[in-house]
């Protein structure tokens, strides 16, 4: 049996089955959890109705609750989006308020029902702007109670003003292959420690 379970959200602005750059990415990170023994699913964010708000479930229609459920279930959340206009997608700032729900939710030993988790971030575009992005969502991730091992996160950025996207490169560059490879190994080993070594609880 897998010893971790590892959840992509794929925060593209494309619906399926358009071909995406970051959810190529973010297979790349998912086959190296794989190959560590990990079980691993990816969920394109935009192909879901999730409705605008900062509740858990915020009715009629809302398919945010199945996704929560997803990223309740798992060990470690790899979260990936696309660059425009120097910022992530609205598709991950949404998922990013509909996950500040879990600010006010606890474990049965009044821990934050995050804090065991482990949380990754993956950037695509061909603008600048991924350090900034990656600062704010791993702030993001952080506040809610994830956890972020050292260096875990990835990145490709392509010429300012061009139109190459990852997904149009012929290979993978060698620096991005080593740092997808860093994100799972870190990020498997903070979440194994986690599991074995939880957070302790408020005192009384």
């Known amino acids: 049996m897998p010893d971790l379970r590892v959840l992509a959200l794929n925060c593209t602005l494309k619906p399926s089955p358009a071909a995406s750059s970051t959810e190529l990415i973010s297979r790349?990170?998912?086959d190296l959890f794989e190959a560590d023994g990990a079980t691993t699913e990816l969920v394109r964010v935009v192909d879901h109705?999730?409705?605008p708000g900062v509740e858990a479930?915020?009715?009629d229609g809302d398919e945010w609750p199945s996704i929560r459920a997803k990223v309740m279930a798992a060990d470690v959340l790899l979260f990936a989006t696309p660059t425009w206009m120097g910022h992530p997608s609205s598709v991950a700032q949404r998922a990013l308020e509909r996950l500040d729900a879990e600010l006010s939710e606890t474990d049965d030993a009044g821990r934050p029902?995050?804090?065991g988790k482990v949380a990754a971030v993956a950037v695509?575009?061909?603008e600048d702007g991924a350090h900034a992005i990656i600062a704010d969502v791993q702030q993001a991730l952080v506040d809610v109670g994830f956890s972020v091992a050292?260096?875990?996160s990835t990145y490709w950025n392509g010429e300012a003003m061009g139109k190459t996207d990852y997904k149009d490169l012929d290979a993978t560059p060698d620096a991005v292959a080593t740092t997808n490879a860093t994100v799972a190994r870190h990020s498997a080993h903070l979440a194994r420690v986690l599991r074995d070594a939880p957070?302790?609880?408020p005192e009384n």
């Open 28 to 30: 790349q990170v998912l």
């Open 49 to 51: 109705d999730i409705k």
């Open 57 to 59: 479930d915020m009715g």
């Open 113 to 115: 029902i995050l804090a």
């Open 124 to 126: 695509v575009g061909n």
């Open 150 to 152: 050292s260096q875990a």
């Open 199 to 201: 957070y302790p609880p």
